[in-house]
């Protein structure tokens, strides 16, 4: 029997995702709107590859069933976070009901229209073009679960050249599941998605540098593609790629041949198609190819900066975010810095938010970064003889380069590349010929924490996320119970009434300002200033798994639902 490579999965993933958002961008700009014609012929170019290089049936049945599951997985979870509710379920809504953003401009009387008008789409195209297939909205949220599975098989496969076994699934990891995944996962937010996109990109690199064959080619084509499509941060970040790939080239003596420049040519077509919006057409409106980030008084970020670092720069910004506590303070409120591996409940409490000020990376990420930067110094001073040592380097110089540069680096979720940073430094020490017994105790005990840091947030995240999820679910069947019209007021998140409507739910709009709260059932995130809410009573028994995380929740949180 064939053995199966991972490889070949993780690669018809990526290579879906990418002809999807590429056909989908093609239909645009020759006027037309998101079709399921475009997902089929997706599917149809896939099923040819998999035909002329004799991908096994077995490998072909293992990534229907990725699909399959990861959509399943996908739906039984709501997006309940603000963001995702907002302008990007927005920009999803819009584009499967037939809006072409190359043309057209999209009309709304709310703050999110100049977000998802001039916003990069990639994420939400291939999201919309999934939602128009299956009718179920939550189900576009499947290629967070997708991009994640190809990003650790990639990671894996890379270190099982280098590691052993299971020091590369350590490894593997560690560094897809970045907490801006694991809290992303069931959203719409994009970090976490790009972040993993990203570590696919630079592996595809490393892999076409070392192997120039057309599997390593297309996966890098298809990578720089979908990033390029996902957020205007992008455009740097190839930029500083690209300047340390040629730098290392140099630097390896290897002149830059036809083998080296041929899929970057080729990655022209796709990204020139995908300038068509929001870059040409910021530009045809006489505004930055940015158009809105570089605003100041149209950054969404401003609202999240707090009061005590919104005039220091960048790298002050970094250390107080990165040794404060964990947590999302008021403006006013000077949040302290705090001792390395020390954390309260307080702060365990918020690690299922999507959107972590301070801290963002989890409560021992700064004793974690203390620990990997004096490993890696270490590493230096005792002149250690590395394999690959400078390869390392060039990444971790392109990566420090950038988090300078970058405007706002502070926010974990805005730059989740940061986490990486410190894992480089563990790998930079594993590369060594000659261990320090010292050094690699430090290290075992870094990358134990690092654990258990990853599991703090998948514990919080997936207790909300159930808990949320359930809670949904159980609003909406008793509102299915009863054939009336439901007065629904809803004040930035227009995707609920979309909700509403996907469950053949009658409603009409209605002020509910003056209503008693407890005539009123409201959709997360419950905030009596912005969450939607229904003049209604919901009668029926909850489930008995509802009642006990609801009695959690009240405990952990002191708030009673």
Known sequence: MKKINPTNLAFLIVITLFLILILDTITFIIGFKINNYCFFVALLTVAIYINRNKISVLETFIFLLILIISYFISILFFDISGDGQWYHQDIIIALKNGWNPVYHNYISTDGSQIYVQHYSKGHEIISASIYYLTGNIESGKMINILVAISCYIVS??????????FKSISYAFIITFNPIVVTQAFTYYIDGFTYNVFIIFIFSIINYFKIQNHNNAILFIASISIFFSLKFTSLPILAITTFISVAYLIYKKRKLKAQFIRPILFAIIPIVLLCSHPYITNILENKSIFYPALE?????????????????NNIYK???????????????ITSGLKIPYTFS???????????????????FF??????STLIFIASLFYKLDQKNKFEILFFIIGLILYIIIFPEPWLARILPQI???PILFLIFYEFSDRKIHLISILKNITIIFIYINIFLFISVSMFYNVFYSLKTHYILSELKKNNVVYCVQYINFRSNLNRL????IKYKLC???????????????KNLKYSTRIKTKLTGPKPTILIELENIYSKITGNKE
Do not use: A, C, W
Request: hydrophobic letters at 35%; zero cysteines.
């Open 318 to 332: 970094l250390f107080i975010s990165l040794f404060s506590k964990t947590g999302t303070p008021d403006k006013n």
């Open 345 to 363: 409940l307080d702060e365990i409490k918020k690690l299922g938010n999507t959107t972590i000020v301070l801290g963002g990376f989890g409560v």
């Open 156 to 165: 894996l496969q890379f270190f099982k050249k280098h590691f052993s076994k």
């Open 511 to 525: 002020n509910l300002n003056d209503e008693k709260k407890q005539n009123l059932v409201f959709f997360e995130p």
């Open 501 to 504: 409507e996907d469950n053949g």
């Open 296 to 312: 100041k008084n149209k950054n969404v970020l401003s609202v999240h900066i707090p009061m005590e670092i919104q005039e220091k």
């Open 419 to 421: 986490y990486i940073l």
């Open 366 to 371: 700064s004793g974690i970064f203390i620990n």
